[in-house]
């Protein structure tokens, strides 16, 4: 793997993946509209990916060995990624998320075949360029996007399904600081009557992750999350003993709920990663350094 082209990734765990494979002597190729620079070392492609022939000519003639494409969230971007790249790439990683599973409710930890791209339907006339539609449809977006992949994209392809994030000062969510806002202040923090869990990744080990699965031959949809699950209690402790506030939850019986409480499973099960060699951490080992690093200790502000 000489030659990666990352789409999107100029923040969060993006700019981790695009930093390590810098560091492990891949040449970078990013692609973006142009509202930041990648890290330094990178080669910078500005283009739409929502226009196609924008797309392809600012490629030119670029050939790459693996596309990390962080930013595929319709099924109409990935149509034009699949003809755009098809005879470009030998590899296509889609990064995809738990979200796919949203429909899924299981006391047991969800495994990829509960969600068989290849039998979800695809329907590009939705308003997938509306913003409100897309945060709305956002599971069934990437549920598609991985449907068009799977139904021939003209190279190997994998999709990566991510756990919910955590940790890092520059997580743009505010999910953790919701929670450190309302420790703080004492305000009550809303959650379902039926509570869940959920499983984690830490910043760190999906970049981590992303670049090994760039680098992997396997194909089709692979789970990533941590070892063990954390309830919303399990967050809020480590927000408390930190900030030094006070938690109280407001059961209630419909939403809107707090950032990561949940009133369906929302578990995955990594042991396919696993057995392809990635090896995943537990999440109680680096969830205090997670919530550190994003809320930090004072004044209520992230890092």
Known sequence: ???????????????RLIQRLLNAGVHVTVVNRGSSAPPDGAVHLVAD?????????ALGSRTFDVVVDQVCYTPRQAEIARRVFA?????????????????????????EDAVDPRDIAVDLA?????????ESNYGEGKRQAEAVFAR??????????????????????GRLDHYAERIRAGEPIAVPLANRSATYEYVEEIAAFLEWAAGAEFTGPVN????????????????????????????????????????????????????????FGR??????????ETVGPGTGEAK
């Open 87 to 111: 005879g470009r790439t030998r590899r296509y990683v889609m990064t995809s998320t738990v979200e796919v599973y949203e429909h899924e409710d299981s006391a047991d930890l969800i495994r």
């Open 1 to 15: 793997m000489r030659d990666v082209c990352v789409i999107g990734g100029n923040r969060y765990f993006g700019k």
């Open 152 to 173: 021939g994209p003209g190279f190997p392809y994998a999709a990566v399904r991510v756990a919910h994030v955590l940790g890092g000062d520059d997580d743009f969510t």
């Open 49 to 57: 990916r929502d226009v196609e022939a924008a797309l392809a000519d």
């Open 224 to 279: 990533a999350a941590a070892h063990g699950r954390l309830t919303t209690a399990d967050i809020c402790a480590e927000v408390a003993a930190l900030t030094g506030g006070t938690v109280e939850f407001r059961p209630t019986e419909s939403g809107p709920f707090s950032p990561f409480s949940f009133d369906r499973s929302y578990g995955m099960d990594n042991s396919l990663a696993e057995k392809l060699g990635f090896r």
């Open 283 to 292: 999440s109680r080992e680096w969830l205090g350094r997670a919530v550190a």
């Open 126 to 134: 939705l308003p997938w360029d509306d913003t409100a539609f897309l």
